[in-house]
């Protein structure tokens, strides 16, 4: 079945310094695959998606190429700030269907950021 | 945009109790909501997908009796863990689809998600 690998937290880095999260994945067709953000006491957001590969999904100075090579996605941003401080969560959506005969989508752990001053 | 409200936020509760968890679409009506879980490093989950108005559907190995879900009205759908014991103990999180939009163009709306802690 599908899968999504992404780096266990948490995550520490200076105010801006470099980011990377990891993402790889598994899938047996062609999935999306997205990156959302849940910031302290909010909802999961989407962040950003690419649906093919060497698609680039960016949104708020973070960017993550889809590698269909290399199977991964992995985040990026240049410049981190204390407000980006969040847990990341890697996704995918392949055509199969949940139970409930919506989309199924399949979740990394989350990856826990946190920017220090 | 579409906001998903889910309480409590935190819950601590005794073996043998019942929770039950809130999820509430703020601005849009939600005919479709999930409920997902996730145990301390794994993954988020799929439980059942809930339908305002009828029963929900439940994802391989989750045991309906234990989690009951009540999707009475468009805006409102509740996850009652009954005869919680420590391994029940996990976030929840639901998510609503608003007006049957594709996940992959637009994504789903998830809630805060709940914190149970069975003692």
């Known amino acids: 079945g599908d899968s999504v690998t992404q780096m266990e937290g948490p995550v520490t880095l200076s105010e801006e310094a470099f980011l990377t999260i990891n993402c790889t994945y598994t899938a047996t067709g062609y999935p999306s695959l997205f990156w959302y953000v849940q910031y302290p006491g909010e909802g999961l957001q989407l962040l950003l998606k690419a649906t093919k590969a060497d698609d680039k999904g960016s949104n708020k100075g973070f960017e993550a190429t889809y590698r269909k090579e290399t199977t991964s996605f992995h985040l990026e941003k240049g410049s981190v700030q204390v407000s980006d401080s969040a847990v990341y969560f890697c996704?995918?959506?392949?055509?199969?269907?949940?139970?409930?005969?919506?989309?199924?989508?399949?979740f990394g752990i989350g990856t826990k950021l946190q920017v220090i001053p | 945009g579409a906001v998903v409200s889910q309480h409590p936020s935190w819950v601590i509760c005794k073996s043998g109790t019942s929770v039950k968890i809130e999820c509430r679409s703020l601005?849009?009506?939600?005919?479709?909501m999930f409920w997902y879980r996730q145990f301390p490093k794994q993954s988020l989950m799929l439980m059942a997908t809930?339908?305002?108005?009828?029963?929900?559907?439940?994802e391989q190995g989750v045991e309906k009796d234990k989690f009951l879900i009540n999707h009475a009205s468009l805006t409102l759908s509740t996850l009652t863990v009954t005869s919680a014991h420590p391994e029940d103990s996990s976030f929840y999180i639901c998510s609503a689809n608003p007006g049957h939009r594709g996940f992959v163009l637009y994504g789903y709306t998830f809630g805060s998600g709940t914190r149970l802690t069975v003692v």
């Open positions: 601005d849009f009506q939600a005919t479709t």
């Open positions: 996704a995918l959506s392949d055509r199969g269907l949940n139970s409930g005969g919506y989309q199924k989508v399949t």
């Open positions: 809930s339908n305002e108005g009828s029963k929900a559907t439940y």
